[in-house]
Every structure is written in structure tokens, then in C-alpha cells.
């Protein structure tokens, strides 16, 4: 093996039996979409990435509005990503058709969704695991607090940073990213 390569191995990476993957490229984590098609995080290559774990029992369930409005005023250099997540208070209790349906509805949320996941715990997601872990995205370790809480990705798939449930998804904390 090229020693060039031997290097960034073994400085990008680790092997424990807890813990191979090390600095991945949020490119290539495989999610699938709430339609059960994959959704290729490299399709966004060149665009601010903003995951949202959203839920739609929960209080901070009209932020999908926001989110929405965010998504239309920035689509040319953002995609939203809903994370239906049902860990917090199980306060996301539908199936695909219940979900899609309350938010197209309620919302007219038209940015993509995945599938319900795990974005904390050990069946967390291989995205939350890269979001959460220093070790993953080489910038900042988090943890999940609750329903709605917002991760930033600049447009060369590099972490920015994380917000509260409490932040509004039109914050100036988000927004001055996109300007």
C-alpha cells in the first residue's frame, strides 16, 4: 500500500471493536427516504445541509413552518432533511403514509424526510452517529436533547454546528451560514 495512504489511514481511523469508523464523509452514509428510497446525501454536494429531528406531537411541532419557510427562501444553496424520530416522549407514533400526510397537510412541507430513526442510543443512526461524534464529523461531540433539534453542514459536507430545539430554524444563528 502507498505510504500516502498507509498515513491517512491510520490517521483518519481506528480500530476497536466498539468503534471502526472514524471521519466519514456524511456523503456516504446511506438513509433511506420516508418513501423507503434511498436519499444520496451527495446529491446535496455544494449545499448547506440542515437535519432536523422532528416529530409531530410535540411542542415544537410548528417549526415544520419554519423549516418549510427556510427551505423556500435558501433552496438554491440548502436542503432541509426531516428526521422523524419517535425517542423523545413518543411524540412521533405514525407510520410513513401518517407522517408524509401531517406534514404535507398541516405544513406544506416539501423538503425531503426519512424514514423514522434512532438518533440516540444504541440503534442510534449512522447519520446521527457522524452529527453526535467528534470522532466522526472532527469538529464537535452533541447529544440529542430533544424533538427538533437542528445540525448544520457547510456545502463541502464539513460540520458547522448544532442548535437546540428552542432555536427557530430562521434564527440568524442558522441563517448568517446561508447569506
Given at each position: 500500500?502507498?505510504?500516502?495512504?498507509?498515513?491517512?489511514?491510520?490517521?483518519?481511523?481506528?480500530?476497536?471493536?466498539?468503534?471502526?469508523?472514524?471521519?466519514?464523509?456524511?456523503?456516504?452514509?446511506?438513509?433511506?427516504?420516508?418513501?423507503?428510497?434511498?436519499?444520496?446525501?451527495?446529491?446535496?454536494?455544494?449545499?448547506?445541509?440542515?437535519?432536523?429531528?422532528?416529530?409531530?406531537?410535540?411542542?415544537?411541532?410548528?417549526?415544520?413552518?419554519?423549516?418549510?419557510?427556510?427551505?423556500?427562501?435558501?433552496?438554491?444553496?440548502?436542503?432541509?432533511?426531516?428526521?422523524?424520530?419517535?425517542?423523545?416522549?413518543?411524540?412521533?407514533?405514525?407510520?410513513?403514509?401518517?407522517?408524509?400526510?401531517?406534514?404535507?397537510?398541516?405544513?406544506?412541507?416539501?423538503?425531503?424526510?426519512?424514514?423514522?430513526?434512532?438518533?440516540?442510543?444504541?440503534?442510534?443512526?449512522?447519520?446521527?452517529?457522524?452529527?453526535?461524534?467528534?470522532?466522526?464529523?472532527?469538529?464537535?461531540?452533541?447529544?440529542?436533547?430533544?424533538?427538533?433539534?437542528?445540525?448544520?453542514?457547510?456545502?463541502?459536507?464539513?460540520?458547522?454546528?448544532?442548535?437546540?430545539?428552542?432555536?427557530?430554524?430562521?434564527?440568524?444563528?442558522i441563517t448568517k451560514h446561508l447569506?
Open positions: 500500500m502507498n505510504p500516502l495512504k498507509i498515513f491517512m489511514a491510520t490517521l483518519f481511523s481506528t480500530s476497536s471493536a466498539s468503534n471502526e469508523i472514524h471521519l466519514t464523509s456524511i456523503y456516504d452514509i446511506p438513509i433511506l427516504g420516508l418513501n423507503g428510497k434511498p436519499i444520496q446525501l451527495s446529491e446535496y454536494k455544494g449545499k448547506y445541509m440542515l437535519f432536523v429531528n422532528v416529530a409531530s406531537k410535540c411542542g415544537f411541532t410548528s417549526q415544520y413552518k419554519a423549516l418549510q419557510e427556510l427551505y423556500e427562501m435558501y433552496q438554491d444553496k440548502l436542503i432541509v432533511i426531516g428526521v422523524p424520530c419517535n425517542q423523545f416522549g413518543n411524540q412521533e407514533p405514525g407510520n410513513a403514509n401518517e407522517i408524509e400526510s401531517f406534514c404535507e397537510v398541516n405544513y406544506g412541507v416539501t423538503f425531503p424526510l426519512t424514514k423514522k430513526i434512532d438518533v440516540k442510543g444504541k440503534n442510534q443512526h449512522t447519520l446521527y452517529q457522524w452529527l453526535t461524534q467528534k470522532t466522526r464529523n472532527g469538529t464537535k461531540n452533541s447529544t440529542v436533547k430533544w424533538n427538533f433539534q437542528k445540525y448544520l453542514v457547510n456545502p463541502n459536507g464539513e460540520f458547522i454546528d448544532y442548535y437546540f430545539s428552542l432555536t427557530s430554524p430562521t434564527s440568524s444563528k447569506k
